[in-house]
């Protein structure tokens, strides 16, 4: 395995660079790039090349004990600042709030097409009422037209391909982009609740928003947001062969149809896509987002200038057929919600260019966690700081940010997943701080019961994120046999069934007005969650960048990953910790926990992240390299089996296919996550009375998957099940969380006990 260090011998430099609109400009911003890019690479081969661990005993056990609790999940009450928002709609079944309206009109609808149908012409697809979707992977310049497929997303997952308009999905959009005016005064919290939840676990200190200050500059007006600091890793981005920044971008702003391009043409429509969410983020009113775009080398001005113009609302340059008339606004007069960084310099261009190498992957670290031990060897531990960077103020991860979100251009971020990252990470905080019922000996060691507290032993566990990826006309013939049929399933080649383990926690559901208690000490009140029980594996070239820079979390990605300031301090406090003691395996233990990965069942398909070129599925991974491999033995008798039975004689390509690649879909992981945290409670259940004969569960079960498939599920369930894969069981969290309809509990994840098997009701 090769060691990071071996590339850090001439580091990278981080260089600003901002936007310009002439080559004069450009000129001079890259003279001053130049002087900073010197500057910064002498700081950092010191502080890479004279490292050491040279802290007393004294100072490490001075600082583990100061730092002995659990402060990833502290947050910020905002009561005194009359910052809390508070649902004030007395909600129940017959007066839901007026944002769900549609949804109970589809169960009706959903409802009647079940009774009217004759029982003979009811179909299975009968519960999936998504419209019919056309995919367009090829033009045909003979024919003039495009080749497409037809079916139906049921996925829940939000795609480029299939959602046209950016804002993370209809529900999203709709949502997000009411304006205030429009919001009923006592359902004013369940709008607000993104920015309660990021301002509870974000910074404490906030930004000047007077009058002629560059935040009234960018947002045009003085009401606080959530600050989110997105790092954008390039590397890799091109159209075909030809590195992206050598082409030409898209023109921004154009009135005619632009040509049909295909997913994997170009990097631009993704770069672009990406930028359309983040402004649409920043349209809602409640997100300030600045982007940080990590490059390898300087790149031209056109491009700057063209990221800048596609984040108006951001403070980027605006459409010029909506600016005022009179308006003289130069792009190099302002500040620019656009920065671009240049990372190495002409000796380490070709290491930051290698997708192999972790170079990238270790900048996009470096930046978004700013420890002080870059810029400091001595880092003092009786004085240090980890809300303090000190990194070069002239880059804006500098400054102080509630969110950090780091992602490959590849990967499609939305206001949907920072809305349950949000409000995943508010769960977590409430379930290790609020008041919890004792519970007992058998159910604190039944294997799936996690408490967690402020205390260190806590795990310390942060929501993260899995990338999925459509079947595309790229994809070899593996991933088209696995994939078929009538709806379109965006599928995970990184995991699979073996990768996670189900654990329910306690006191896992947070209310309105930032971090508040729901469950306030109820026994079964929590939420089932997807613990990460391997490090997910993707295919070459990413599996070597992952061995020489490993993910921050556990489980987690690095390709998309997310913290929010009170996670990013505790994780530098224990990196610090880890780089004073060196190679001292005594102390390291003293130092806490590396972060876990987890994921909300109910809301599972937000973190589904889909990898927007498409091209994933079918490709085999590298030797020893490839999901599940913590029970690669069984798979083998497994295999040896199927050989032995001659279940697959002379279909030799079939059995590779199940065996040798992995194309999981998402509709299967959530169905596999609910099948084993079930299991795992029936198992507790039943203890010593289970029946050891007896195949499937005995007394709890899934309502939803534990049913004969033959014939559509009642409406009921199919109707809650969607809610689910749309995310709307965090979206519209004051409904569901209120209790008063129980219907849809157990589809997002929040019945301890599953669905009671109706012969053994009276023993459960």
Known sequence: MTSINDHRQDPAEEVAQGTSTSNAFTAVKLLAAAALCYSAGLTFAETFQHMSARSTAHDIDTFTAANNNNNAYSYINWDGHGRRLSSEAKISKENPPSYMKDLFEDLKARTKLMEE???????????????????FYRYSRSRKKADSFEGRDDSGVVSS???DNAGGGEEYSTFFGKESSEIPTDEMASYKRLLDNCLAMGSVSRPDRKEGSVWSELYKDDADRCRILFTLNTVGAGRLTTMLWETRPPAPHSVEPRPWISEQETAATHLERNLQEIDAMCASGLI????????????PGVWTDWMDSMLPNCGGKADPMMVKEGSDAKVEERASPVQVVVTANAKTADVCHDLKSGFMEQRM????????????????????????KNTHPDLISSDDHDLYVAFKWSTLVTIRSVNAFLQASADLAIAATSTKSELSKEEQEDGVTVVLSSDASSPFLIPSFVRVSYVSEENNKVA????????????????????????????????????????HGEKECGQWWVYFAEEQMPTTP????????APIVQGGSNYIYMLTERQRQEIVKVKVCLHAVGDDKTKKEQCGDSPQGVIPLG?????LMNFTPNTALGKKHSSNRSPGYSRAEERELDRAKVKERKQLKDQEDIEKALFDYTIYPAALF??????????????????????????????????YYDVTITKPRQSQWAWCQAISRKGLCTLYADYFRSFVDDRCLESCGMRKNWSKIERLTDEL
């Not at 990413?542 to 820079?549: F, H, L, R």
């Open 542 to 549: 990413e599996i070597y960048a992952n061995e020489v820079t």
């Open 670 to 703: 959530h169905k596999d996550a609910t099948i084993k945290a079930a299991r795992a409670r029936d198992f507790v259940i039943t203890g010593a009375k289970r029946d050891p004969s007896a195949v499937g569960p005995q007394k709890v079960k899934s309502g």
């Open 480 to 519: 088209k046999w696995r994939m078929h049929g009538d709806f379109f399933h965006p599928a995970a080649w990184e995991i699979c069934k073996d990768s996670f383990d189900m654990s329910w926690i306690p006191g896992s559901l947070s209310g309105s007005g930032g971090v508040s208690d729901v469950c």
């Open 288 to 299: 300030a987002a600045r982007v940080q775009v990590l490059v390898c080398e300087p790149i």
């Open 161 to 163: 391909r299939f959602i």
């Open 603 to 607: 809301d599972l398909e937000s973190f």
């Open 365 to 388: 670290q470096d930046l978004t966690l700013s420890p002080p031990y870059l810029t400091d060897e001595k880092v003092d531990l009786k004085k240090f700081n980890p809300a303090e």
């Open 117 to 135: 149908t004759p029982p003979a012409e009811v179909k299975y697809w009968f519960e999936y009422t998504g419209p019919l979707q056309k995919y």
